[in-house]
Each structure stands twice: as C-alpha cells, then as structure tokens.
C-alpha cells in the first residue's frame, strides 16, 4: 500500500502522458512516440490503483482475468478491423467507455465505503453530483454512440428519424434529469438513481436518431466529447488526477473536432444537433429537374486517355471510395501516371467520409506519401492551373452551387473548386445526388465527363487501360 | 480558513481544457482519426475506477452487485485500452511506411 499523496502524484505523471501522446501527433513522425507515452501513461495508472488499493486476495486474481479478456478482445478487434470500418469502430469504442463511466458509478453509488465518499444513504453531496453527472453523461455516450454505430455499420438507416414534438420530447427529458439529480441529492433514493440512467440511456438514442449520415463526423467527434466529460465527471467523484485530466483533453479534443467539422460544413452546430438534414424532401423536384439535363458519360478508356495526357492530376476521394475499397486500386492508378511523369497530388475536404481524417487514414493504408496530400485550404488554388481532376465517390464537397446559390442548404459551405480544372472526372454510380440531396451542377458541365461505375472496378479499368 | 480540495481538482480540470484546447489544435488534419482513437483509448484510465470497485470489500463476497458492476466495466475499458492504443499504432504505422519510401 502507497500513500494517497504518492499515488496522487503518480496519477499527475500519468495525466502528463496522455498530454504527450496527444502533443505527438502534431506530426506523424513524432506521433508513434506519442503512442507509447499514452501506453506508458496507462500502465502508471493502472499499476498504481493495484498497488494502491492494496488488495492482494483472489480478488486480484478475479481483476487481472477480466482484464485479459477485455484486452484479447480488444486487441483481436484492433487487428482484424478494416480500416474504412473505422469511423463505426470508434463509435463502438465510445459506447464502452460511455457504459463503462456508467458502471463505475453504479458501483460507486452501491458502495461508497470503498471510494470513501460516505456510507450508503449519506453520500456526500458533491460525491452524489458528481456521479449522477458522470453516469447520465455516460449513459448518454453510450445509447448515442450504439445508434451511430448501427447508422454507420448501415444496420440501421443513415436516413434521418424524424417525429413531431421530438424537440420538446429531448427539453422535457433534458429537465427531468436536472430535477432527478435534485431529487436524488435530497433522498438519495436507489430508484430515482435507476431512474437518472434509464432516462439518459433514453436521451442518447433520441439525440442521435434524427442526425443524417452526412452529419455524421460530428456526431462521431461529439461522442467523443461526451465520453471525455462522463471520464471527468467520474474523475472528480473518484477524486483522481489522472481521469480528470485526460477527461477534460478528451472532451476538449471532440470539441474542437466537432467545431471544425461544422465549420467545414458551414452550419451551426446546434443546427447539426437539431438534425433532419439530408431528409430527402427536395429529392423528388431534383429528380425531374435533372432527368432534361445532358451529361457526357465516359468509360475507362476515355479517362485514362485523358490522365495520360495531362501534366498535372488532382485526386478527389469522398466516402465512395471508403465504400468501394478503391484506395488500394487508386494507389495503382497514381503509380502508373507517375511513371509517366504526371504530377500527381491528393485534395481532402474535412468532412469528406465519415469521420475527420477518414480519407487520410485510408490513403495512408494504401501507402500513399503523405506529403502528396493536402487539406482543402493548401490546395484549393491548384485547381486552376491542374489538368484533370479525379473524382472518386466524393460530390456535395465539390458543388459548386455552395459558392453561387444562396438558397441552397450547403451555400457557404467551402467547397474545392474542382470545376476549375481543364477537365473533370467524376466516377460516381449513379446521377443521384449525394447526402444532402442536392444535385451537383458539376455533372452537366461541358469539361465534365461522368464515369458511371462502381469506384474500385472503374479504378482497376483505367490502370487497364494506362498500360 | 481551509480550500476544498474540490477547488484543486476543479482548477486542474480548467487548466487540462486549455492544455487540450492548444494541444489539439495543433494536431495535423490528416492525423484526426489517429486523434480520435487515442483520445478513446486514454480516456478508459477510466478502468482506475473499475479497479477500485471490483477490488473494494470482503474478501468473502468477491461478487457483490458492485464488485460485478466494477468486473464488467473493467472488461469494457480493457477492450478499449487495448483495442484503442493498438488500432492507432496500426494506424500510425502506415503513416511511417510512406515516409521512409519517399
């Protein structure tokens, strides 16, 4: 057994890593580095807490079992998963947290002796608020991030839920956790506490529905805000450095995450959360309108005739290409163009897949350099002076209307100006409008030629083709 | 008259918002997935917690309601840790790969 003091400070060393890990991956050269601070900062902590708690009875064996086993099936995940399962997989991994902060407190309110924050039936205020706030926000993370899950994983709809009154119905709830967690404090009753979770675990899946799939990096980097302020919440009951700095990185991190995903978006991150964007309302009229339209429609052949006679090529990957699997085909594509002396560069719009970073990570996998690719503002100048742009499964990031049509839903939203490019490839599988149910004037442009097909198949053609 | 430590723990969670504030922004675009890993991954230090309550009691009743509650947050956690810091080395790693062959 250690002194509180001395576990304290080593909780503080832990607290520090983490810091670390994050301070890393400013670069990716520093950020593998990074990785084995946080592993080290998470080792302190738990060695600490055993050696702390000092119980050394087959409890300990009991621990150490479960540990294992959370750890193989953590790690068998961590394996096997595919990259472009990603954004489902931390929407997964935020569920356990969430659910976890969620049992901590459970145990924590059942038996306080062992955190010393009271005896049952007198806990400690600030102990009792500090809880409840740690297990409805976990509780919260939990049931939201189980629904992006399924949105994303494609169980579930990516369609917004929407329901009138659905509003009001999260207000009403919202209050009642307020006026729960009074209630809670005055009687500190076990059913109001069952009570507090349910009607949480209820609010997560009601907050969550109405968002569309195209939204869904924000509620990914949200989620991971969330998991990060239930850690805190935990913190501070548990009166522990460690989870109190790392909750509060990681609820700033999805914070900013969230910020820069509205950003890129151009909407306002309460309208976001209010949800029901992409409902396919305008479908329908879009549909008639661009039934009269003529498109130019190329096939492989046609595009690789195009790329071998450019100078300069610009690569456009959206979630298509996550979908398709294209990035490795892609790769090959690019290979063959630079043999031929083609200069070839990758344009990333932040919210291009389904969570920040999803393209990069992707391209990454498919061992693309990653100084050949940049973010919209780095680029969006090259457009002008390139030959061909490569469109693969990306398109309200390249719609122009965002610059010229303040009536539509994404005008402001900074787009990458594809359209200057001398020519326009745009592999897509169909006319269809992409999440926010917008048409892209882009497809009727005379320098556009559309090649209908599935991404990877289309991609694996033209490297046909380039020989 | 005596600060509450609760004012302590409330300043150190204050200044870590600012510390996160900076430190994430200063994170590379391209590195956001690897972010959001890692940030899931340390936030399971979560499993002190579950430690603690697994480990609290008799040693007579090794399961009790809490203690069960403590054995099944620390299986979720450890998933996490594990699973979290292992998919952002596998992540990063493919971003060192390209690196060496430029």
């Given at each position: 057994?250690?002194?509180?003091?001395?576990?304290?400070?080593?909780?503080?060393?832990?607290?520090?890593?983490?810091?670390?890990?994050?301070?890393?991956?400013?670069s990716?050269?520093?950020?593998?580095q990074?990785?084995?601070?946080?592993?080290?900062?998470?080792?302190?902590?738990?060695?600490?807490?055993?050696?702390?708690?000092?119980?050394?009875?087959?409890?300990?064996v009991?621990?150490?079992?479960?540990?294992?086993?959370?750890?193989?099936?953590?790690?068998?995940?961590?394996?096997?998963?595919?990259?472009?399962?990603?954004?489902?997989?931390?929407?997964?991994?935020?569920?356990?947290?969430g659910?976890?902060?969620?049992?901590?407190?459970?145990?924590?309110?059942?038996?306080?002796?062992a955190?010393?924050?009271?005896?049952?039936?007198?806990?400690?205020?600030?102990?009792?608020?500090e809880m409840?706030?740690?297990?409805?926000?976990?509780a919260?993370?939990?049931?939201?991030?189980?629904?992006?899950?399924?949105k994303?994983?494609?169980?579930?709809?990516?369609?917004?839920?929407?329901?009138?009154?659905?509003?009001?119905?999260?207000?009403?709830?919202?209050?009642?956790?307020?006026?729960?967690?009074?209630?809670l404090?005055?009687?500190?009753?076990?059913?109001?506490?069952?009570?507090?979770?349910?009607?949480?675990?209820?609010?997560?899946?009601?907050?969550?529905?109405?968002?569309?799939?195209?939204?869904?990096?924000?509620?990914?980097?949200?989620?991971?805000s969330?998991?990060?302020?239930?850690?805190?919440?935990?913190?501070?009951?548990?009166?522990?450095?460690?989870?109190?700095?790392?909750?509060?990185?990681?609820?700033?991190?999805?914070?900013?995450?969230?910020?820069?995903?509205?950003?890129?978006?151009?909407?306002?991150?309460?309208?976001?959360?209010?949800?029901?964007?992409?409902?396919?309302?305008?479908?329908?009229?879009?549909?008639?309108?661009?039934d009269?339209?003529?498109?130019?429609?190329?096939n492989?052949?046609?595009?690789?005739?195009?790329?071998?006679?450019?100078?300069?090529?610009?690569?456009?990957?959206?979630?298509?290409?996550?979908?398709?699997?294209?990035q490795?085909?892609?790769?090959?594509?690019?290979?063959?163009?630079?043999?031929?002396?083609?200069?070839?560069?990758?344009?990333?719009?932040?919210?291009?897949?389904?969570?920040?970073?999803?393209?990069?990570?992707?391209?990454?996998?498919?061992?693309?350099?990653?100084?050949?690719?940049?973010?919209?503002?780095?680029?969006?100048?090259?457009?002008?002076?390139?030959?061909?742009?490569?469109?693969?499964?990306?398109?309200?990031?390249?719609?122009?209307?965002?610059?010229?049509?303040?009536?539509?839903?994404?005008?402001?939203?900074?787009?990458?100006?594809?359209?200057?490019?001398?020519?326009?490839?745009?592999?897509?599988?169909?006319?269809?409008?992409?999440?926010?149910?917008?048409?892209?004037?882009?497809?009727?442009?005379?320098?556009?030629?559309?090649?209908?097909?599935?991404?990877?198949?289309?991609?694996?053609?033209?490297?046909?083709?380039?020989? | 008259?005596?600060?509450?430590?609760?004012?302590?723990?409330?300043?150190?969670?204050?200044?870590?918002?600012?510390?996160?504030?900076?430190?994430?922004?200063?994170v590379?675009?391209?590195?956001h997935?690897?972010?959001?890993?890692?940030?899931?991954?340390?936030?399971?230090?979560?499993?002190?917690?579950?430690?603690?309550?697994?480990?609290?009691?008799?040693?007579?009743?090794?399961?009790?309601?809490?203690?069960?509650?403590?054995f099944?947050?620390?299986?979720?956690?450890?998933?996490?840790?594990?699973?979290?810091?292992?998919?952002?080395?596998?992540?990063?790693?493919?971003?060192?790969?390209?690196?060496?062959?430029?």
């Open positions: 057994m250690i002194s509180a003091n001395l576990s304290a400070v080593f909780y503080l060393i832990s607290g520090i890593l983490f810091i670390l890990a994050l301070r890393g991956l400013s990716p050269d520093t950020s593998r990074g990785n084995y601070f946080g592993i080290a900062g998470m080792i302190i902590a738990i060695v600490v807490t055993f050696i702390s708690v000092g119980n050394f009875s087959t409890s300990l009991y621990v150490i079992v479960f540990l294992m086993i959370g750890g193989v099936i953590g790690a068998f995940i961590a394996f096997k998963i595919p990259m472009t399962a990603m954004p489902e997989l931390v929407a997964g991994f935020h569920s356990l947290v659910l976890a902060a969620v049992f901590v407190a459970i145990a924590a309110y059942l038996n306080p002796e955190f010393s924050l009271g005896v049952i039936g007198k806990i400690k205020l600030a102990s009792l608020i409840s706030i740690g297990a409805a926000v976990g919260i993370t939990f049931s939201g991030s189980i629904i992006a899950f399924l994303l994983r494609g169980i579930m709809s990516g369609s917004p839920i929407i329901f009138s009154g659905q509003h009001l119905l999260n207000l009403i709830l919202g209050i009642a956790i307020f006026v729960l967690v009074f209630y404090c005055k009687s500190q009753s076990n059913s109001i506490f069952w009570a507090l979770i349910a009607i949480s675990f209820l609010v997560g899946v009601l907050l969550i529905i109405p968002i569309g799939g195209a939204d869904m990096p924000v509620v990914i980097s949200m989620l991971n969330y998991s990060g302020w239930a850690a805190a919440g935990i913190g501070f009951t548990l009166e522990n450095t460690a989870l109190i700095i790392t909750g509060a990185l990681v609820g700033s991190s999805g914070a900013i995450l969230s910020y820069i995903m509205c950003k890129a978006m151009n909407r306002s991150f309460i309208s976001v959360i209010l949800g029901g964007f992409g409902a396919d309302s305008s479908l329908d009229k879009e549909k008639e309108k661009k009269q339209k003529p498109v130019k429609s190329g492989a052949e046609d595009a690789a005739f195009l790329m071998k006679n450019a100078s300069s090529v610009i690569i456009v990957p959206g979630y298509g290409m996550a979908v398709a699997q294209a490795h085909a892609l790769r090959e594509m690019v290979d063959k163009l630079k043999k031929n002396d083609i200069k070839v560069t990758y344009a990333i719009h932040p919210v291009a897949g389904r969570m920040p970073g999803h393209m990069n990570v992707l391209l990454a996998e498919a061992n693309v350099p990653y100084d050949e690719v940049f973010e919209l503002e780095d680029i969006n100048n090259d457009f002008a002076n390139s030959d061909v742009a490569f469109v693969i499964g990306a398109n309200d990031v390249t719609n122009p209307i965002a610059k010229t049509d303040p009536k539509s839903p994404i005008f402001g939203m900074p787009v990458l100006d594809v359209e200057k490019c001398k020519s326009v490839l745009f592999v897509k599988r169909s006319l269809s409008p992409g999440y926010a149910g917008i048409d892209n004037e882009l497809f009727y442009k005379d320098n556009t030629l559309m090649l209908f097909a599935d991404a990877k198949k289309m991609t694996e053609d033209i490297v046909k083709n380039l020989d | 008259m005596e600060i509450d430590p609760f004012i302590f723990r409330l300043s150190i969670f204050i200044l870590s918002i600012f510390i996160g504030y900076y430190v994430v922004w200063s590379t675009p391209s590195l997935t690897p972010l959001m890993s890692v940030t899931n991954a340390i936030s399971s230090v979560i499993i002190v917690g579950a430690i603690i309550a697994a480990l609290a009691g008799s040693s007579e009743n090794t399961f009790s309601t809490s203690n069960t509650f403590g099944i947050a620390i299986v979720l956690a450890a998933v996490n840790i594990f699973g979290g810091f292992l998919v952002t080395q596998r992540m990063l790693q493919m971003y060192k790969k390209k690196g060496k062959k430029k």
